[in-house]
């Protein structure tokens, strides 16, 4: 609960704020504080051409707006500073306003001290955004009530008036949003950790803050790591209350979820009974089984029980923009993977089928090996398509690698190109499949964006190949 002091603390009324970023955690933080009787000031280095839609969301609010540059006299003189987790942390204006005592906020770190009910934190290099919206699922299945938000795109402080003290919270939370937070969610989960992001952070600094999310938990609190990843089992030291491993194997001891003979099974408190058998799992590629089992370990740690984590087990989908069917075209079908912004993911992808691939890669390079994706493309497609920034980085990595296939890498420029060009490649039986391994900042907004303008091409390419069709 929040005592007195905190709520004093986080008393805005009245007091200058400035926003620095203007995405969706942006956004957020103007429409939660303005009604709170602060004096907002919004800061994006972006002009007034590149943030409409944004301002769009805060129209009608009184704030000041400060565009183009990130005004430095703004933040190192205001009462309390927002920051949205794109924004560095090491910009000059930041480190003035910590030189000068300003306090700096986050919106998953004010939401962790604000939530009225239990939090659960889901995090992870991969697999996170299934396992956050499958856990959601075995909430809602075993008649909790339930909100979802944080890195999927929803922001949290809006929301907040909704919540009750009954109310679960599953959250989706980047390493981004664990920079300046100083809670714990009470269930906190570490899928793994793998090298992302390194185009921003060294390996040890991103390590270091997935660790943050159960770095400030206490002793009835429960932390959910995965026993197959390296770093996440590793984490199992700094672990201060109930600890529940989550594997895909069956050596692991104490309590868990864990596989035998192709059935989830649960030990809790020395027990063990079946949950659902992998076959139940409805998503593609074993990485999803693995998310399955992540989930069924989390949603136990919040006491839903056996019988609703299967039902949700049976009957869900997957989310948008992940291995996402979309149409079939001429026997083809094309698939969304949008949010596999890794080389990793990528490979996660390309092992769900059985079919010819034809994949479609690029955007923004994080820095990361390509090599052994390189050498998954080139062993399992019928062709590769390149596209955006990160083009010929990609084609260097696919040059190294032996081609005895031949397979045909073809460069375009953009993702409009890159998908005409994939649907001359495929042929009947194929599989079409954006997993760019890369962000999507070369072009857009965000991978969601990307995701929705590969539909809209797809569905542009189907109208066309109608009449072929009838």
Same mark, same amino acid.
């Given at each position: 609960?929040?005592?007195?002091?905190?709520?004093?603390?986080?008393?805005?009324?009245?007091?200058?704020?400035?926003?620095?970023? /203007?995405?969706?955690?942006?956004?957020?933080?103007?429409?939660?504080?303005?009604?709170?009787?602060?004096?907002?000031?919004?800061?994006?280095?972006?002009?007034?051409?590149?943030?409409?839609?944004?301002?769009?969301?805060?129209?009608?609010?009184?704030?000041?707006?400060?565009?183009?540059?990130?005004?430095?006299?703004?933040?190192?003189?205001?009462?309390?500073?927002?920051?949205?987790?794109?924004?560095?942390?090491?910009?000059?204006?930041?480190?003035?306003?910590?030189?000068?005592?300003?306090?700096?906020?986050?919106?998953?770190? +004010?939401?962790?001290?604000?939530?009225?009910?239990?939090?659960?934190?889901?995090?992870?290099?991969? @697999?996170?955004?299934?396992?956050?919206?499958?856990?959601?699922?075995?909430?809602?299945?075993? !008649?909790?009530?339930?909100?979802?938000?944080?890195?999927?795109?929803?922001?949290?402080?809006?929301?907040?008036?909704? +919540?009750?003290?009954?109310?679960?919270?599953?959250?989706?939370?980047?390493?981004? !949003?664990?920079?300046?937070?100083?809670?714990?969610?009470?269930?906190?989960?570490?899928?793994?950790?793998?090298?992302?992001?390194?185009?921003?952070?060294?390996?040890?600094?991103?390590?270091?803050?997935?660790?943050?999310?159960?770095?400030? !938990?206490?002793?009835?609190?429960?932390?959910?790591?995965?026993?197959?990843?390296?770093?996440?089992?590793?984490?199992?030291?700094?672990?201060?209350?109930?600890?529940?491993?989550?594997?895909?194997?069956?050596?692991?001891?104490?309590?868990?979820?864990?596989?035998?003979?192709?059935?989830?099974?649960?030990?809790?408190? @020395?027990?063990?009974?079946?949950?659902?058998?992998?076959?139940?799992?409805?998503?593609?590629?074993?990485?999803?089984?693995?998310?399955?089992?992540?989930?069924?370990?989390?949603?136990?740690?919040? @006491?839903?029980?056996?019988?609703?984590?299967?039902?949700?087990?049976?009957?869900?989908?997957?989310?948008?923009?992940?291995?996402?069917?979309?149409?079939?075209?001429?026997?083809?079908?094309?698939?969304?993977?949008?949010?596999?912004?890794?080389?990793?993911?990528?490979?996660?992808?390309?092992?769900?089928?059985?079919?010819?691939?034809?994949?479609?890669?690029?955007?923004?390079?994080?820095?990361?090996?390509?090599?052994?994706?390189?050498?998954?493309?080139?062993?399992?497609?019928?062709?590769?398509?390149?596209?955006?920034?990160?083009?010929?980085? +990609?084609?260097?990595?696919?040059?190294?690698?032996?081609?005895?296939?031949?397979?045909?890498?073809?460069?375009?420029?953009?993702?409009?190109?890159?998908?005409?060009?994939?649907?001359?490649?495929?042929?009947?039986?194929?599989?079409?499949?954006?997993?760019?391994?890369?962000?999507?900042?070369?072009?857009?907004?965000?991978?969601?964006?990307?995701?929705?303008?590969?539909?809209? /091409?797809?569905?542009?390419?189907?109208?066309?190949?109608?009449?072929?069709?009838?």
């Amino acid at each position: 609960m929040i005592d007195i002091r905190q709520l004093e603390r986080l008393d805005f009324a009245g007091k200058d704020v400035t926003v620095i970023g /203007l995405g969706i955690e942006g956004v957020d933080f103007v429409r939660y504080i303005t009604r709170r009787g602060a004096n907002v000031t919004i800061s994006d280095s972006k002009p007034r051409s590149k943030l409409a839609g944004r301002l769009h969301d805060v129209e009608g609010l009184e704030v000041n707006l400060s565009l183009g540059k990130n005004d430095g006299r703004a933040v190192t003189r205001a009462d309390a500073v927002f920051i949205s987790q794109s924004v560095p942390l090491d910009l000059p204006a930041i480190n003035g306003a910590r030189e000068n005592g300003v306090p700096l906020y986050s919106m998953v770190g +004010l939401f962790l001290e604000l939530a009225p009910g239990p939090v659960i934190g889901i995090t992870g290099s991969s @697999g996170k955004t299934t396992t956050t919206a499958l856990v959601a699922e075995m909430l809602r299945d075993d !008649q909790r009530d339930v909100f979802v938000g944080g890195n999927i795109g929803v922001g949290l402080l809006e929301h907040l008036a909704d +919540l009750r003290p009954y109310s679960w919270s599953v959250l989706e939370v980047s390493h981004t !949003q664990l920079q300046l937070t100083e809670r714990s969610p009470h269930i906190a989960a570490v899928l793994n950790i793998t090298p992302n992001h390194l185009d921003r952070f060294s390996w040890e600094e991103y390590k270091r803050l997935k660790g943050n999310l159960i770095r400030y !938990q206490e002793a009835d609190d429960i932390a959910i790591l995965g026993y197959d990843d390296v770093e996440s089992r590793k984490l199992s030291r700094n672990v201060r209350g109930k600890l529940i491993w989550f594997t895909m194997g069956s050596g692991v001891s104490g309590d868990a979820v864990f596989v035998r003979n192709g059935i989830a099974m649960a030990r809790w408190n @020395g027990v063990e009974e079946p949950l659902f058998s992998l076959s139940s799992v409805q998503l593609r590629g074993r990485h999803n089984q693995e998310n399955a089992v992540a989930a069924a370990a989390i949603a136990l740690a919040g @006491g839903v029980s056996p019988d609703a984590i299967a039902c949700a087990i049976g009957s869900f989908r997957g989310v948008p923009h992940r291995i996402e069917l979309v149409a079939d075209v001429n026997g083809a079908r094309y698939y969304n993977d949008s949010i596999a912004t890794t080389p990793e993911r990528t490979v996660a992808g390309l092992r769900s089928f059985e079919q010819p691939v034809v994949l479609l890669l690029g955007g923004r390079d994080k820095n990361l090996p390509l090599d052994e994706m390189a050498r998954e493309a080139l062993g399992r497609c019928r062709g590769i398509v390149l596209f955006g920034e990160s083009a010929g980085l +990609l084609e260097e990595a696919l040059r190294r690698e032996q081609n005895p296939r031949n397979v045909p890498v073809i460069r375009d420029s953009d993702l409009e190109q890159a998908v005409s060009t994939a649907s001359e490649l495929a042929q009947p039986g194929d599989i079409v499949l954006l997993s760019p391994a890369c962000t999507s900042y070369d072009a857009y907004d965000n991978f969601e964006r990307r995701g929705e303008h590969f539909r809209a /091409l797809v569905r542009q390419i189907t109208e066309e190949a109608q009449p072929s069709q009838r």
